[in-house]
């Protein structure tokens, strides 16, 4: 990295930060229901070289995009200007300036191995990255959660996607060895021990590499139901639905609100079973867990697709203890638990049905729960 900035910067940069993608093991839409969710950070990481810069310029270059520098006046950011992957950068500066932060400009070199379109949240990686060398460089003394939600609003207000707090939360607070129990209304979380090579488990994530445009438009629109809803009940968020409640619930809403409300009360539900059972070492447990958040996610809230559906029934088949989709939906990653010595199977099966179907080969590898955002140099 040190190597890569001299070269395009011409000088030493001033550290070095990493923060990793993630994937999340079960709570899927949950985040902007006030709700739960369960994610872990992959050893899949943003490394990010920044030098102090003292003239206000904003310098970004990317070992993946093929563009030329990217150069821009920090104090004249604003929404709209950047609309390429330096949105992601940018939008964290202007956050931090919007929040009154006394910050400058940067020079900037990203490289990443977490795979972008996968459902694996580069861009939270990349955010995140940024926002912890800001805070070191500019001693502005945050904390890691405060860093998520400067960089969750670079992503909202800047970039323009409307996503919860989920991704910021796992590439910033994640460690490893855990997954990131996250209650987003009490805005609390809590690491809770999952090592599943240490109980001869694998988690599988399988990259269906689709992405099916639908997604764009799709996210907001679903995320207005979800609020729609939670206003005819009376609610300030659907976290305040309780299980035993969702018959009467149902009575009250328009037809087409009522599975989207299903999913999100039974899905919250799915992340405290979850945590009781990795609570007390059962990573096995969490296998029906998964399966009926793939069937909740792909009936009633809908954002599966063909290709993530077939990974899903695949892994099943060849033995898996649970799969589902993760992330926003139609397409992305698919995750699987399964026993170690029955891996190499499932994976060649998965690969074999896609060749079937006429699909692109998916990208399969095992991972780990990793660290989360820090400085590395
Ligand atoms: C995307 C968003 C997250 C979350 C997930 C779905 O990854 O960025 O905030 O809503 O979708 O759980």
Redesign the pocket.
Known sequence: MKEAFRRIFGADPDGVWAAPGRV?LI??????NDGF?LPIAIPHTTLLAVRRRRDGRLRLHSAQGDGPLIDLDVASLVPGVVTTWGAYPAGVVWALREAGHRIGGADLHVDSTVPTGA?L?S??ALECAVAFAYNDLFELGLSAPALALVA?RA?NGFAG?P??????MASACCTAGTALHLDIRAAAHEHVPFAPEAQGLRLLVIDTRVKHDLGDGA?AAL?AGCERAARRLGLAALRDLAPAELPRAGRMLPADLVPLVRHIVTENARVAEAVSHLRAGRIAALGPILTAGHASLRDDYRISCAESDLVVDTALDAGALGARMT???FGGSVIVLVEEDRADALAAAVTGAFRSAGYRAPHLFAVSPAPGARRIE
């Not at 709570?27 to 902007?32: L, N, V």
């Not at 996503?163 to 910021?168: A, E, R, T, Y």
């Open positions: 999340n709570g899927e839409h949950t985040d902007y969710a459902g949240s861009s939270a969750q992503e996607v996503c919860g707090v989920m991704d910021q996210y995320r992330g926003g939906g």
